[in-house]
T-cell receptor, first 112, second 120 residues
Framework: KNQVEQSPQSLIILEGKNCTLQCNYTVSPFSNLRWYKQDTGRGPVSLTIMTFSENTKSNGRYTATLDADTKQSSLHITASQLSDSASYICVVYGYEGYALNFGKGTSLLVTP | GAVVSQHPSWVICKSGTSVKIECRSLDFQATTMFWYRQFPKQSLMLMATSNEGSKATYEQGVEKDKFLINHASLTLSTLTVTSAHPEDSSFYIC????????????????FGDGTRLSIL
C-alpha cells in the first residue's frame, strides 16, 4: 500500500527561527511530490510541486527538497512568521489513477 | 487565478436532513473535481472523483447512495449528503483540476476552503 509518512507530527518554534519538516513515502511508481499549507478550517494551498528530476524548489521562504532515490522530501521554512502556523501536508502522486497520496501533516505553531 | 469556491463554509442541521455542498471553479474550467473528507488531525481522504457529464467514481467504502455527486458543468460539482447523521459530521473539501494542462499527473489541484458539516 502506498504510504506517505510525515514527521514530526507537531512542532513549536519561536518566531524568526528556521525549521525543517520531513516526508518519507513508498509510492511507486512516482510522478511528483507536493507540499501544501493548510490553515485551520481552510482548504490546502499549494506551496511546491516537484517531479522526479527536481531536487529542490523554492517558494519565498519555503524550500522543498526531494531525493527520489531514498524517497524522502523535506520542507524548510526560513525566518518563520506567526502566519506560518498551519498544517503542512506532503502529497505524493503516483501513476495509478488520479488519486493523490496524502500524509497526515505536520502541525506547526510559531510563537512570539 | 485558479480559485475554487465552496459553499456553504459551515452548516449545522438536524439528523435526517439532506445537505448539498457546492464546489465551483471560478476562473477556470475543470473536467475533473475531487471530493475529500477530513477528520480532525487526520489527512484528507478521497471520497470520490467527479467527471463532468458522467457518473462519479467512488472510493472503496464510500456509499454512493449516501453521498450523491453531480458534476453538471465544467465549473460546478455538488455533493449531497443524504439523510445525514451525526457520524457524517466532518470537514468536506473539494478540489478541481484545470482542463487540458498536459499530463494529468503533473496537473495542479486547486482546493476549496472546505465545508464544516455538523449534524445534531
Amino acid at each position: 500500500k502506498n504510504q506517505v509518512e510525515q514527521s514530526p507530527q507537531s512542532l513549536i518554534i519561536l518566531e524568526g527561527k528556521n525549521c525543517t519538516l520531513q516526508c518519507n513515502y513508498t509510492v511507486s511508481p512516482f510522478s511528483n511530490l507536493r507540499w501544501y499549507k493548510q490553515d485551520t478550517g481552510r482548504g490546502p494551498v499549494s506551496l511546491t510541486i516537484m517531479t522526479f528530476s527536481e531536487n529542490t524548489k523554492s517558494n519565498g521562504r519555503y524550500t522543498a527538497t526531494l531525493d527520489a532515490d531514498t524517497k524522502q522530501s523535506s520542507l524548510h521554512i526560513t525566518a518563520s512568521q506567526l502566519s506560518d502556523s498551519a498544517s503542512y501536508i506532503c502529497v505524493v502522486y503516483g501513476y495509478e489513477g488520479y488519486a493523490l497520496n496524502f500524509g497526515k501533516g505536520t502541525s506547526l505553531l510559531v510563537t512570539p | 487565478g485558479a480559485v475554487v469556491s465552496q459553499h456553504p463554509s459551515w452548516v449545522i442541521c438536524k439528523s435526517g436532513t439532506s445537505v448539498k455542498i457546492e464546489c465551483r471553479s471560478l476562473d477556470f474550467q475543470a473536467t475533473t473535481m475531487f471530493w475529500y473528507r477530513q477528520f480532525p488531525k487526520q489527512s484528507l481522504m478521497l471520497m470520490a472523483t467527479s467527471n463532468e457529464g458522467s457518473k462519479a467514481t467512488y472510493e472503496q467504502g464510500v456509499e454512493k447512495d449516501k453521498f450523491l455527486i453531480n458534476h453538471a458543468s465544467l465549473t460546478l460539482s455538488t455533493l449531497t449528503v443524504t439523510s445525514a447523521h451525526p457520524e457524517d459530521s466532518s470537514f468536506y473539501i473539494c478540489s478541481a483540476r484545470p482542463q487540458g494542462q498536459g499530463y494529468v499527473g503533473n496537473q495542479p489541484q486547486h482546493f476549496g476552503d472546505g465545508t464544516r458539516l455538523s449534524i445534531l
